[in-house]
């Protein structure tokens, strides 16, 4: 069983943001974040779940997610974005990460629990420590999911 901690944050919201992930196997640890130019804490959630399962090497691997984000824990444990995913995402955010939620999802067996953040978990506080690092980064990367979507938004009210 692969133990995963995850977590993004964003510093406005929207704004630059970043994510950290942990990822723990044994006597082995593996540790990866990124930022973003412009993004939303929701989105770097979700992300850093997404990245966690693409990093697992093997298809059918057992992993447990720990993460403080109710969004993303509850809307899987919840079945919520499979509902959505049924109504074709009509209406909801951050379609395109859940997408890829959803496609690599499936290709293990993952479980969700969800953590207080900020308290006194050891490796929730070194995910958020990497996420928000990622953020204040010099070199952040752009999140097409986000930005393109708020120019297609815009360009409708012109």
């Given at each position: 069983?692969?133990?995963?901690?995850?977590?993004?944050?964003?510093?406005?919201?929207?704004?630059?943001?970043?994510?950290?992930?942990?990822?723990?196997?044994?006597?082995?640890?593996?540790?990866?974040?990124?930022?973003?130019?412009?993004?939303?804490?929701?989105?770097?959630?979700?992300?850093?779940?997404?990245?966690?399962?693409?990093?697992?090497?093997?298809?059918?691997?057992?992993?447990?997610?720990?993460?403080?984000?109710?969004?993303?824990?509850?809307?899987?444990?919840?079945?919520?974005?499979?509902?959505?995913?049924?109504?074709?995402?009509?209406?909801?955010?951050?379609?395109?990460?859940?997408?890829?939620?959803?496609?690599?999802?499936?290709?293990?067996?993952?479980?969700?629990?969800?953590?207080?953040?900020?308290?006194?978990?050891?490796?929730?506080?070194?995910?958020?420590?990497?996420?928000?690092?990622?953020?204040?980064?010099?070199?952040?990367?752009?999140?097409?999911?986000?930005e393109d979507e708020k120019k297609k938004e815009n360009a409708k009210l012109l």
């Amino acid at each position: 069983m692969i133990k995963i901690y995850t977590d993004g944050a964003s510093r406005g919201n929207p704004g630059p943001g970043g994510f950290g992930v942990v990822m723990l196997y044994g006597a082995l640890r593996k540790e990866i974040s990124e930022g973003f130019r412009l993004t939303t804490n929701n989105r770097m959630e979700l992300l850093s779940v997404i990245v966690s399962l693409e990093a697992l090497k093997k298809e059918g691997t057992a992993a447990t997610i720990y993460s403080d984000s109710k969004y993303v824990v509850d809307s899987v444990e919840k079945k919520w974005v499979f509902g959505w995913e049924k109504k074709h995402f009509k209406d909801k955010k951050n379609e395109d990460l859940w997408k890829r939620f959803l496609q690599v999802y499936r290709k293990h067996e993952v479980k969700f629990v969800w953590v207080k953040g900020h308290a006194s978990n050891i490796e929730n506080n070194r995910c958020d420590e990497l996420a928000v690092e990622a953020a204040m980064g010099g070199h952040l990367k752009i999140d097409h999911g986000y930005e393109d979507e708020k120019k297609k938004e815009n360009a409708k009210l012109l």
